[in-house]
Structure formats: C-alpha cells, structure tokens
C-alpha cells in the first residue's frame, strides 16, 4: 500500500492541530491571562521603540511558555 504526497503527512498535520488547539485551551482558562496576551500582540504591533518592543514580546513568550507547559507541549526554539 502507497501513500500519496498530499496525505503523507497527515498524522503529523493533526499533532500540530491538537497541540495548537491544546495551548488555545490552556491561554482561555485564566480570561485575565489570554487579555494580557491580546494586549501585549496590540503593543508589539504598533511598537516603534526597539527596547519597549523587545520588553513586549519577552512577555508575550513567558505567556506562551506557561501555556505550553500546562498544555504538556514541548515547545520548539524560534
């Protein structure tokens, strides 16, 4: 039995959703928590001081590592 190109990295596609979808849940349990991040995705868009910028998005990765670490996910370097 063969696998077609297109399907071949099925599984692979449906661990990244999971995982996404695990650290979506873990962001919404704490409300105060996922709006610190919306706030923080806000400034870092309209940003125009380097050291402001850097200090944003520092925060917004501590954020992100909490989720992945309650979602059980490993999360990959940048």
């Known amino acids: ?10 599984p692979a596609q449906l ?11 873990a ?3 704490y409300p105060i928590r996922a ?8 400034m870092a868009a309209r940003s125009e ?3 402001e910028a850097r200090r944003t998005v520092a925060e917004i990765g501590r954020i992100l590592d909490e989720a992945f670490t ?3 996910i ?5």
């Not at 039995?1 to 099925?10: N, R």
């Not at 661990?15 to 849940?25: E, S």
């Not at 490993?74 to 940048?78: M, N």
């Open 1 to 10: 039995m063969t696998t077609s190109p297109e399907h071949a990295d099925v």
């Open 15 to 25: 661990r990244l959703i999971v995982a996404q979808w695990a650290v979506d849940l």
């Open 27 to 29: 962001l919404a349990r």
């Open 35 to 42: 709006a610190r991040l919306r706030e923080l995705e806000a």
């Open 49 to 51: 001081d380097l050291v």
């Open 70 to 72: 309650e979602a059980g």
């Open 74 to 78: 490993e999360r990959s370097p940048a």
